[in-house]
């Protein structure tokens, strides 16, 4: 008896090229305009085609975000994927596959699946992984309608012809995976939503897209790297509907001085990379420090030093971004959780960004802008666009001495004054000096709007119980494994905390840690947020639960991590 | 212009850090100049640097400017011009900062072809570093740093440009300060990416391409040459006797990046999100 009345996770795996993302596309779409709530990661080899990649689809009867190690249901597309996932495959997973994809290997639970062969009955064996969709809808017992509506809809352009074949192709599958499951005894009665809300399926370069768009970004210039090209590839498509500049740069020294030339005649700009590209813009963050000119700077996260693992995931580029620019000047740093609060916090970086007239930083990884999650509409907030650029007069003066170490913001063109901005040390009016008096006030002006910006910096979310002694801290894109781990282990002495902004930090945060054991959890090997909140706050770590290997934090492993909290 | 008061590009009471004698005065006059006769409006003009003796020249012009980095002043400019294509803007540096650390830039800025004037001023030298070799220092010239001479041949802009089929391509003589003037002038006026390299004597570091090396070694193309003709464009710019001045080529229909990237006249600080085509966009993904 297989029986799954809360969750249960189903991976796809093949080789690239496959078609294994095609499928879960689908599924997940599928399965949430039935109504289920469904979470889908994917992780996958740096190569175009061949190797070994897999994509997990997680239907929970709970909202989940996170990633888990155990499979359910596992369907190799080829005997790779068996191998690759050798260690995934546990004595309750049931393996569907061709029966030459398994043959010497050792699994308790093999069902024979001739995906192939209905392919083929159908018509093409193209159509295997329209089949492979139909036996997972079948095994889980889902009308198959939502599926061969979104069939129609996808192969429309290709003709009748092509709709009905990939149809019975569906229908071929579908049969097979319900009489599977009643032979096999699997049952799956995971309840969807009761009451279907409004909601959107996205992932989370979506997510970071949309949040760009809503912010009134005009200027986008990159250099693709995998993960930072999601954004890059959402905007263009987005460039005419919302009159957006997309430049593909020559080189990411090109991408991050463009933009801020964008910034200076008055666009809202942002650059995507990830860390190495990151390494190249550096000298550009310095030039935005000493010019004060607002940029929003988009890292997703992946394994270095170097190219390191170009496909994976990682959360190594705190560090990078901290001290990124030579001199001292200031910054802000955020990372979303989840998606909805993604689309947020870009339109806050930009809002910052032109208030402060300084950088801001949204750190992403892999893990998190390739996974697929709903957000409820209600949760997709619109900020209002705070630009904070003024018209300038004939005595107009781009770095004014004020009280607050901010001046007023001209941008050229606009007024009768003429701004100018300047990398060297600069007086008021813009111009180079060497005069050591009007130095020690600029340096003192450009770092003075930290303290506002740490009394503005959002506070760490606490779930879990608040009268917890340990307080585990994550922060990114690992809000929703430690909050499905902590959940699941329904411990009292336990309680998270997650960190959205990771620089400044507000001084309230001193406090939270006051009399409690600390664990951070993060995805690097030396733990940079946990030597960040030493530094910052002064809290002491007791603990960290490190992670570097390319993967995700997977449910179990945190559960695992944290069982020994207290019993130490 | 000799009334020189009258000029409104002129900075009132600004120290110039340039060497008594050096080449960029007469640049910059020449500039100023040139802005002026265009009958600019002061408003709507940039002026973006890099760095280097000769990146300083907009902190010597009474309009807007972006002094940037070493090697970075196009990815800036571009950055200006796709964020408000009202606004004139000229990018201008040094040989080092444009043909070197900028190499890739400007391969780049040419390919792209928005409309900019790139200003180089050519002296074969590095002034703000003391002295050393730069792309286009001649084979032999000995330096602090290439005290047996140097060992490699000069990079060729005017031939690269050709290559690449940039639309508008001239050279000047800083020494004739009236021809570079009218110069600037076509290559502001010109629609598309438009590449003035402008010969400049150092003073200090080149003893050997001196006002006098100039002009003895150029001459002005005749009047009756043809700059449309891309191939004739080549032997001008490949000739080692004596070196052109004047336009060497231009090609005035290439198409604009602004326009292929289909920007309308509405600056960027004007943008605006639709409510209506931000909820359409959510609709994608119900």
């Known amino acids: 008896m297989h029986h799954y009345a809360d969750e249960i996770s189903i991976v796809f795996g093949g080789a690239a090229g496959q078609g294994v993302q095609t499928i879960a596309d689908a599924l997940v779409k599928v399965l949430k305009r039935s109504g289920y709530y469904v979470f889908a990661c994917t992780e996958f080899m740096s190569r175009i085609r061949g190797g070994s990649n897999s994509t997990e689809v997680r239907i929970t009867g709970k909202k989940r975000r996170a990633y888990v190690h155990g499979i359910d249901f596992l369907v190799a597309l080829n005997a790779e994927a068996v191998d690759h996932l050798e260690e995934r495959i546990g004595e309750s997973t049931l393996v569907f596959a061709e029966k030459d994809h398994v043959e010497g290997k050792e699994i308790s639970n093999f069902i024979d699946t001739p995906i192939a062969e209905f392919a083929k009955e159908a018509g093409n064996p193209v159509f295997s992984n329209t089949v492979a969709v139909g036996v997972v809808l079948g095994l889980l017992g889902i009308s198959l309608d939502a599926f061969s509506e979104y069939l129609s809809v996808q192969f429309a352009s290709k003709g009748e012809e092509v709709v009905a074949k990939n149809i019975k192709a569906a229908e071929l599958g579908y049969g097979f995976g319900k009489e599977t499951a009643a032979g096999n005894g699997i049952e799956v009665t995971i309840k969807p939503a009761d009451t279907p809300s409004d909601e959107l399926l996205i992932d989370g370069n979506t997510a970071v897209g949309i949040g760009t768009v809503a912010a009134g970004c005009s200027f986008i210039s990159s250099y693709p790297m995998s993960p930072g090209t999601g954004l890059l590839t959402f905007l263009a498509r987005k460039a005419d509907e919302f009159d957006i500049v997309v430049d593909q740069a020559e080189d990411e020294i090109s991408a991050i001085n463009a933009a801020l030339g964008a910034s200076y005649a008055g666009a809202r700009a942002i650059v995507s990379t990830s860390g190495g590209g990151f390494a190249l813009m550096e000298e550009g963050i310095s030039l935005a420090g000493v010019t004060e000119m607002p940029v929003v700077v988009h890292i997703g996260q992946r394994p270095g030093p170097a190219t390191g693992l170009p496909t994976r995931t990682e959360q190594g580029d705190l560090n990078l971004s901290l001290y990124a620019g030579h001199g001292d000047f200031s910054r802000v740093i955020l990372a979303p959780g989840s998606f909805a609060q993604a689309i947020e916090l870009v339109q806050r970086a930009f809002n910052l960004a032109d208030r402060y007239q300084t950088t801001v930083f949204v750190l992403t990884d892999q893990f998190f802008l390739d996974s697929v999650a709903s957000v409820e509409r209600s949760e997709v907030v619109r900020l209002p666009v705070e630009r904070h650029i003024v018209r300038t007069d004939r005595d107009y003066k781009r770095y004014r001495l004020t009280k607050s170490g901010l001046s007023p913001r001209g941008v050229p063109g606009y007024g009768d004054g003429v701004v100018k901005a300047d990398s060297h040390e600069h007086d008021e009016s813009g111009h180079l000096t060497e005069n050591f008096g009007i130095r020690k006030e600029m340096v003192h002006k450009r770092l003075q709007r930290l303290e506002k910006l740490s009394r503005e910096a959002l506070l760490p979310e606490l779930f879990g119980p608040a009268e917890a002694g340990s307080l585990v801290v994550s922060w990114g894109s690992n809000r929703g494994v430690l909050e499905e781990a902590l959940e699941k282990l329904g411990r009292k002495d336990i309680a998270g905390l997650h960190f959205s902004q990771l620089y400044p930090l507000n001084p309230q945060v001193r406090g939270m840690f006051e009399a409690k054991n600390v664990i951070v959890l993060e995805n690097n090997a030396t733990g940079q947020f946990a030597d960040l909140l030493n530094r910052e706050a002064g809290v002491r770590v007791s603990k960290r639960i490190l992670k570097a290997t390319g993967e995700p934090f997977s449910v179990e492993e945190v559960m695992e991590a944290l069982q020994e909290v207290g019993h130490e | ?286």
């Open chain 2, 1 to 286: 212009m000799n009334n020189m008061t009258a000029n409104p590009f002129d900075m009132q009471g600004k120290d110039i850090n340039w060497c008594p004698g050096c080449g960029n005065y007469k640049l910059l006059d020449a500039v100023k100049d040139a802005l002026y006769e265009l009958d600019l409006d002061r408003r709507n003009l940039v002026i973006v640097s890099g760095i280097g003796q000769a990146a300083k020249l907009p902190q010597y012009v009474n309009a807007s400017m972006f002094n940037g980095l070493h090697g970075r002043a196009l990815p800036v400019a571009m950055g200006i011009k796709l964020a408000n294509r009202n606004l004139t803007v000229i990018a201008e540096s040094g040989d080092g900062c444009m043909y070197g650390e900028g190499g890739n830039h400007f391969l780049h800025a040419i390919r792209r072809n928005y409309d900019i004037t790139v200003i180089v001023h050519d002296n074969m030298v590095y002034g703000l570093t003391k002295g050393q070799a730069s792309p286009t220092s001649r084979m032999g010239m000995t330096t602090s740093l290439q005290f047996n001479g140097v060992m490699l041949e000069p990079f060729n802009p005017v031939a690269v440009l050709l290559a690449l089929d940039a639309p508008f391509i001239a050279r000047a003589s800083a020494a004739d300060g009236e021809q570079t003037k009218e110069i600037i002038k076509q290559a502001v006026s010109f629609k598309g990416c438009s590449i003035v390299d402008i010969f400049q004597p150092c003073v200090i570091f080149n003893k050997i391409n001196t006002y006098q090396w100039f002009r003895e070694n150029t001459y002005y193309l005749p009047e009756d040459y043809d700059p449309t003709d891309r191939k004739l464009a080549f032997e001008k710019a490949i000739e080692t006797e004596k070196l052109p001045l004047g336009v060497i080529y231009r090609r005035d229909e290439r198409e604009l990046y602004e326009d292929l990237l289909g920007i309308t006249h509405i600056p960027a600080y004007e943008h605006e999100v639709s409510d209506e085509a931000f909820e359409k966009m959510l609709e994608e993904y119900r």
